[in-house]
Every structure is written in structure tokens, then in C-alpha cells.
């Protein structure tokens, strides 16, 4: 995963090659992310070659190739009604970098029987803002596939916003008793609380509902291919 000063510098040499037909300077680099020298970027070029996110091309001056960078295109889940994907591809593409917002990518959630509680980390991802929704987001890694009949895969990235309000049918990070974390459809009956797959080959769970806590709900998945 990228640093925030490398994606910028990602972004901001893409967006520049597109317009001008050529790799920014150093010395244009270190001005647009406001550094005080240019051994700085020389730094944050070197770690983006390191990850194979650029390429340096021998005996030619300003030349760099992009070979992986950014979102290849967003689309509305044909599962799931505002949902929106974002799908990755190993290529070039452009993305401005004021269209992007920084959330806590904060671990994995359990798309199959619940696995211990969400693990907090630093990690941070950047999402396009047309996923994001109002208010308070987070990201999570999906392991399992009791959902895969709603179009969410394992390995995937689901965007979450922090709630803990939800409507019967929506897909809900749920927190049962406190210690087990899961990532599954929601079902209000009466005193009890139903947890559903989109897989039949998981029962349904069906809890009490003081038993169960809503800490968000889906707003948006990034699937890299």
C-alpha cells in the first residue's frame, strides 16, 4: 500500500503526462507536493519503482512509465442499489487527486462464519468520492464468500459508513457479543435479529437482539483484477 506522498506523486505525474505529453520535472514535482527539496522526490520515485507502480527510462531525460496506477472504472453494483463498485486494473489511468478521500482501512471482516472482532491498524486507502457517502467511513477486507450472491467476492475491499442505524435488507457490519465481527444482511423480527448470507450454503443466524451491535453498513466495494 502506498503512502499518501507517493499516491500524490502517482497521481500528480499521470494527470501531468496526460496534459503536457511529457514526465514533469523534479523540480515541478517537488512544487506540487509542496517539498522542500528535490532529493525528496527523488525518494518517493525511487519507493514507487521499488513497487513496481513506475518505471525509469534509460538515456532519456523527464522519462517515466506508469505502469500500474489508480482506478480503472466505477460502475453501480447490478446486486445491490447504491452500491457502488470500483474495479482495478494492472495498467495505466488517470485520477485527480481532488477527487479522492483517505479513509482507515482498519482490517478484515468475515464474509462466512464471524471471525474476532475487527482489527484496528494505521493503514489508510484511498477511495474515488463517488463511493464515498456522508458522514463517518472505514474500509474493510472481506475473507469468506457468504455473500458472494449480493457480488461481494473474497479479497475484496468493502466500503462501510459508520452507523448504527440499519433497515431490514441492508448489509450490515454486525458485531456479535461483543468479540465476533461479520459482514451479512440484515433481519429485525420482533426481539431477535437475523443474520443472512447470500450463499446457501450458510444458514441463517438468528441472535437476540441485545446480543447484536450495527457498527455500519455497505456503501461501496473496490475489487482488484
Known sequence: MLT???????????TFQTRNGVTPSYEEMKD???????SGIHRLILALEERGFVKRLAHKAR????????IANLDVSPHRKNVVIADFKEQPHNLSENKVSTIPMLGKIAAGTPIEAIQHNDDMIDVPRELMSVGESYALKVEGDSMINEGIHEGDTVLIKKTNLAENGDIIVALIDDHEATLKKLRKKGQSIALESANPLYETRILAAHRVKIQGKLTGLLRKY
Open 63 to 70: 522519462a517515466l512509465e506508469i505502469i500500474k496506477e489508480g
Open 4 to 14: 499518501k506522498k507517493q499516491k500524490q506523486l502517482l497521481n500528480y505525474i499521470g
Open 32 to 38: 506540487a507536493l509542496a517539498l522542500k527539496s528535490k
